[in-house]
């Protein structure tokens, strides 16, 4: 007679440091204080003047809400955490956060950032070698003449959630997806996404309270930065987009003109 085998569980797939960066628990748990600091530092930063202190994605999202009629000042951070929470929740994703993974994420963020700032510099060397006076500092994307105060600091660290939410988590689907409905081909339709989508991340920087002054080298620049943070999200997921981004603004808006480069 053969005895009864004890039923072995069933195996948890095994899933390493890059499954776990790109998964939407980490996303939100590295996401959160970046998302936090950045509303603490705008606030401080605004002193009365209202939305001066926003970029360009954060003002065109809150328009949107406020023309819907939804008003509240923190609602636009709550759907962003209730945009990555239903992802993990639809997904069916794993709830047990990895330090090991945030710490990772980390290094990524600021290897990624520090990358950008060489692209930044090569572009304005080949600027200057072909254009002469058109060339100029401008590939720093935040004014480095308001670094020196504590909340713009603090706004710089997450100056990039909501253009990382608008342009990469939002638009880079939906314009794959309806390039796909056009019967597009894979490829050609992502590439189209990303060029599409960093035309309009550029665009976005001369629009709102906080719009900058036009010049082409910054149009440019930011274009091209647009297509790296979408490679990235592509590529890397997006919290360690989103740290990138944040990593580069803290770059060139503190550490630089700290050591007067």
Known sequence: MNEPQAQIPPVEP????????????????FLIPLLATYEI????????????ARNGADYW?????????FKHPLLLPFVVVGLLATWQIVGRFRWRPSPATLLG?????????ACLVVVGQLQDLAFRS????????????????QSISLPRALS??????YEEVLFRLC?????????????????????????TTSLLF??????????DQFTLFSFVFRATAGVFFAILFVLRGFGITVGSHAAYDLIVGILIPAVGM
């Open 14 to 29: 095994r899933q390493d440091y890059w499954v776990l960066a790109r998964q939407p628990l980490h996303c939100l748990l």
């Open 41 to 52: 530092g705008v606030g401080l930063a605004a002193s009365g003047t209202g939305d001066a």
């Open 61 to 69: 999202m809150r328009s949107g809400l406020h023309l819907a009629g």
């Open 105 to 113: 994420m980390l290094a990524e963020s600021l290897l990624f950032g």
């Open 130 to 145: 072909h254009l002469g006076k058109l060339a100029h500092s401008a590939h720093r994307a935040i004014p480095l003449a």
């Open 156 to 161: 710089y660290l997450g100056a990039g959630v």
């Open 171 to 195: 638009l880079i689907p939906l314009c794959y997806a309806f390039l796909r409905g056009l019967w597009v081909p894979r490829k050609p339709a992502m590439i189209l996404s990303v060029l």
């Open 202 to 211: 550029s665009a976005a920087h001369y629009v709102g309270p906080a719009a």
